[in-house]
């Protein structure tokens, strides 16, 4: 069965820096491509970082620059570093689990930035 537990939420002032967790069971971890995904209340849910499972990153523009994803296949774990963060970084947070037609999210942690 397959598991992912996210943690590192929060609450944090603008400017802040929090680091998210992802711990991943019951998969062959290091085949998958992990990412990182936020929705906001009212918004759709979208991508924020992906790392492949050769260690390619992307991040979608808002963050670049400011967040930094990252894994360790030896403990099945996927971090995702935001530093420099701003009111508009505020949103559930989910981890995700792509192998093509197979994918899997965690239940998500919830990130507000606000003074």
């Known amino acids: 069965q397959v598991q992912l537990v996210e943690s590192g939420g929060g609450l944090v002032q603008p400017g802040g820096s929090l680091r998210l967790s992802c711990a991943a069971s019951?998969?062959?971890?290091?085949?998958?491509?992990m990412g990182w995904y936020r929705q906001a209340p009212g918004k759709q849910r979208e991508v924020v970082a992906r790392?492949?499972?050769?260690?390619?990153?992307n991040y979608v523009d808002s963050v670049k620059g400011r967040f930094t994803i990252s894994r360790d296949n030896a403990k099945n774990t996927v971090l995702l570093q935001m530093n420099s963060l701003k009111p508009e970084d505020t949103a559930v947070y989910y981890c995700?689990?792509?192998?093509?037609?197979?994918?899997?999210w965690g239940q998500g942690t919830q990130v507000t930035v606000s003074s």
């Open positions: 019951g998969m062959f971890f290091s085949s998958y491509t």
């Open positions: 790392i492949t499972s050769g260690g390619s990153r």
């Open positions: 995700n689990a792509d192998w093509g037609v197979i994918g899997y």
